[in-house]
């Protein structure tokens, strides 16, 4: 498993939405539990910018070269006491200069070993 390791600018942001099963009874009563052991995944927004063009060239290869959609990759988290496996489904680019690129991308904390 490929394991990503540069680093995003500062303020990258955490999202959590645990998945969780609902049942609502007519009295108005709602019963609720986490959907499954691993219920609560994190997703990260991160940046990169402004960085060298190869640079950028460098994390869109990463990308693409180990298919992080659909395989997931080893990265740790700031602030994680360990890394964990992530893919990342979407990442933008953005020209910022005639030698710096901006890359967006979301990484999704996943349970697959």
């Not at 609720?32 to 060298?52: K, S």
């Not at 070269?65 to 990342?88: D, G, H, L, M």
């Not at 967006?104 to 904390?109: G, I, N, P, T």
Request: hydrophobic share 40%.
């Amino acid at each position: 498993m490929a394991t990503f390791t540069i680093a995003p600018s500062f303020g990258p942001t955490s999202q959590r939405k645990p998945r969780m099963l609902a049942v609502k009874f007519g009295d108005g009563y709602e019963q609720r539990g986490l959907d499954g052991i691993h219920a609560d995944l994190q997703t990260w927004q991160l940046t990169f910018d402004p960085i060298p063009v190869a640079d950028a060239d460098t994390i869109e290869a990463f990308f693409v070269t180990n298919q992080t959609a659909t395989i997931p990759f080893i990265w740790t988290a700031p602030r994680a006491a360990a890394a964990s496996n992530y893919i990342c489904r979407q990442w933008s680019r953005t020209v910022a200069g005639p030698q710096h690129d901006k890359v967006s991308a979301m990484f999704e904390e996943v349970a697959d070993l």
